[in-house]
């Protein structure tokens, strides 16, 4: 089966540091991972996905991630925080065998500080 | 530049009473799902439809029922509404089942009392 954890409940950063979510995966094969953005009171938004191909991606909002097949984690990273960065961030995993199931992780709430 | 519509965004009901909780997008999208999300436990497949016209079951299908009402909406009823049902309703949609991106709703807010 797959799944994801995010060993974190809270990330606090300090505004114009760097920034790293963390996630780790267990999934048979090759995984397509991703990164979402949830704001207050609003649904999740995409953020950046791994398919295949370079280890590091680039999303939205200057957000990256990077692919790490020895250690399994797809870790969420930015290299200046933003007080608007604030928010719950969720990474997730998509069914090997069924393209229409992606297992979610229990999130992570950021808390970027002025 | 609608995307995904849901409503209602609040709703209370008391036990055993039932309703539904609408959602349609406006982005000509095949694929639509219904998750639910508890603290602690991130997002749960209920249903989903991968196309007009059929709906299967995802990780926690039980007390709740689904119609592809047309490619644009899909609807989430329960029938017989529980304390355990108690969660925050998301419906999502998505160009085709290879195309990952998927995009939400803002959410329903469902307390069963």
């Known amino acids: 089966a797959q799944s994801v954890a995010q060993p974190e409940d809270q990330v606090n950063v300090a505004e114009g540091n760097p920034l790293t979510v963390k996630c780790t995966y267990s999934?048979?094969?090759?995984?397509?991972l991703f990164w979402y953005v949830q704001y207050p009171n609003r649904g999740l938004q995409f953020l950046l996905k791994y398919i295949t191909g370079d280890n590091l991606v680039k999303g939205s909002y200057g957000f990256e991630a990077e692919f790490n097949k020895s250690q399994t984690s797809f870790h969420l990273k930015k290299p200046s925080a933003l007080v608007s960065d604030s928010a719950l961030y969720f990474c997730?995993?998509?069914?090997?065998?069924?393209?229409?199931?992606?297992?979610f992780g229990s999130g992570t709430k950021l808390n970027v500080k002025p | 530049n609608a995307g995904v519509t849901q409503t209602p965004k609040f709703q209370v009901l008391k036990t055993g009473q039932s309703m539904t909780l609408q959602c349609a997008q406006d982005?000509?999208?095949?694929?639509m799902y219904w998750y639910r999300q508890d603290p602690g436990m991130g997002l749960r497949l209920i249903y989903y439809s991968a196309s007009e016209g059929t709906t299967d079951k995802g990780e926690v299908p039980n007390g709740y029922n689904v119609s592809r009402l047309n490619k644009r909406e899909f609807s989430l009823r329960l029938e017989s509404a529980a304390p355990s049902q108690t969660s925050v309703y998301f419906c999502?949609?998505?160009?085709?089942?290879?195309?990952?991106?998927?995009?939400f709703g803002s959410g329903t807010q469902l307390s069963v009392l």
């Open positions: 997730a995993v998509r069914d090997r065998d069924n393209f229409n199931k992606f297992y």
């Open positions: 999934v048979s094969g090759n995984p397509y």
């Open positions: 999502a949609s998505r160009q085709s089942a290879t195309n990952e991106k998927l995009f």
């Open positions: 982005m000509n999208h095949n694929s």
